[in-house]
């Protein structure tokens, strides 16, 4: 069930990421990095199937996450570019081409290898010093930060990518704390849960990363913004899960280079999908944009 719940919740984050992506590219460009983003595209009833994909996705992943090893589900999760892109060739018309398929097959190969390769299992988490836990929270947190301040400083057109993979890797936190979650609601019930500080910071890092992720699609192409979410989140799980939640993979040299082989094929895949043609450019929504745009200089910068 653990591959199943996986595999159904990133085809439901796939199309949801697309919807909403084809939504904010509409919004005003003034909104970026604001919440007021969100109220905006809350009026775009596209843009709430999006999200209603999402929250799906993410219900399904949480039962993946329930029931299995955060590096083992996150790799799955990896897959929401493949169904991205099902849906993206059906709105664009494109075939995929001898570089679609490869990405496919890097992608999908990638993620069946790093599975045989590192045959991922939990681990104890009592044995975990809570130095540990939040040296290994705190530097992911602070990793997210620093791809946002590095984005600000940057070109507009060259935001996306950054954005996104701040997002992606708050995705990741979030997973591996929705995990360790479960354990306390199996452990301690739902008044452990609410006593507990995980589903506080669940949240908040669930609503950062969809401001970040939508400021993404709002200001690039889908192309630029989602190969960057989809390898940093279960990049960031994955390391959560063996930093603070004693996931443990096969260390001997050649399950380490299958590892290596794998996610390197699975990241290299995701790239090479989200820049095909077939993905959506977003580019129909720049003239279709409401509300004051930020003024831009001859280098690209806002002023």
């Not at 996450?65 to 493949?82: H, K």
């Not at 899960?241 to 443990?248: A, C, M």
Request: one cysteine or more.
């Amino acid at each position: 069930m653990v591959y199943l719940y996986g595999l159904v919740g990133a085809c439901f984050l796939g199309l949801g990421f697309v919807l909403q992506q084809e939504a904010a590219a509409r919004a005003p460009l003034a909104d970026i990095l604001s919440f007021r983003l969100l109220l905006d595209l809350m009026k775009v009833p596209r843009w709430l199937c999006g999200i209603g994909f999402m929250v799906i996705g993410q219900i399904l992943s949480a039962l993946a996450l329930a029931q299995g090893d955060v590096s083992r589900v996150e790799p799955l999760l990896a897959t929401n570019l493949l169904f991205a892109m099902a849906l993206a060739r059906y709105i664009s018309g494109q075939r995929l081409g001898r570089a679609g398929w490869a990405g496919v097959v890097l992608l999908s190969g990638g993620v069946a290898m790093f599975m045989v390769a590192g045959a991922p299992e939990g681990g104890d988490e009592e044995h975990i010093s809570a130095l540990r836990h939040w040296l290994v929270l705190g530097s992911v947190v602070a990793m997210a930060l620093v791809l946002v301040v590095i984005a600000r400083h940057l070109r507009l057109v060259e935001e996306p990518p950054l954005l996104a993979a701040a997002a992606g890797v708050l995705y990741g936190l979030q997973d591996a704390l929705t995990r360790e979650a479960s354990s306390i609601l199996n452990d301690s019930g739902i008044t452990g849960l609410v006593t507990s500080w995980q589903p506080y910071v669940i949240v908040a890092s669930a609503v950062v990363g969809l401001v970040l992720v939508q400021s993404a699609f709002e200001t690039g192409q889908l192309r630029q913004s989602l190969p960057a979410l989809t390898a940093a989140e279960p990049l960031a799980g994955i390391v959560c899960g063996i930093g603070f939640l004693g996931d443990t993979v096969q260390l001997t040299p050649l399950a380490i280079t299958g590892q290596i082989i794998g996610l390197s094929a699975a990241v290299g895949g995701v790239f090479i999908l989200g820049r095909h043609p077939a993905m959506p450019t977003g580019a129909s929504g720049n003239s279709g944009r409401s509300g004051e745009e930020p003024a831009l200089d001859d280098s690209g910068r806002r002023r």
